[in-house]
Nanobody, 121 residues
Framework: VQLVESGGGLVQAGGSLRLSCRAS????????MGWFRQAPGKEREFVAA????????EYAESVKGRFTISRDNAKNTVDLQMNSLKPEDTAVYYC???????????????WGQGTQVTVSS
């Protein structure tokens, strides 16, 4: 599976961004999808995940109520709507694909190249 993210950028605190990840190469609907992020000097951390059918989602506590993950299997895309952004959300955001639904990055087999999100205070 090849994954390409888009939609990152610079936004003021309190603003919104929508990240999108387009998949190609294999049957997208066979994979659970996740979003992860990595800030400078920190480990990669889980942000959100969605099951292969889209019926189950999970979020990190730090983004609950602010971020929404969704997928469109017909378009081979998974999106992350980010509202009420905070400076601590600044990171490179990655989408990833896994055979089994999980929040552990080690469970994910395929990764995009990442997109930078910067939130200014």
């Amino acid at each position: 599976v090849q994954l390409v993210e888009s939609g990152g950028g610079l936004v003021q605190a309190g603003g919104s961004l929508r990240l999108s990840c387009r998949a190609s190469g294999r049957t997208f609907s066979n994979y659970a999808m996740g979003w992860f992020r990595q800030a400078p000097g920190k480990e990669r951390e889980f942000v959100a995940a969605v099951s292969w059918r889209g019926s189950t989602t999970e979020y990190a506590e730090s983004v609950k109520g602010r971020f929404t993950i969704s997928r469109d299997n017909a378009k081979n895309t998974v999106d992350l709507q980010m509202n009420s952004l905070k400076p601590e959300d600044t990171a490179v955001y990655y989408c990833a694909a896994a055979i089994n639904y999980d929040t552990d990055p080690w469970a994910y087999d395929y990764w995009g190249q990442g997109t930078q999100v910067t939130v200014s205070s």
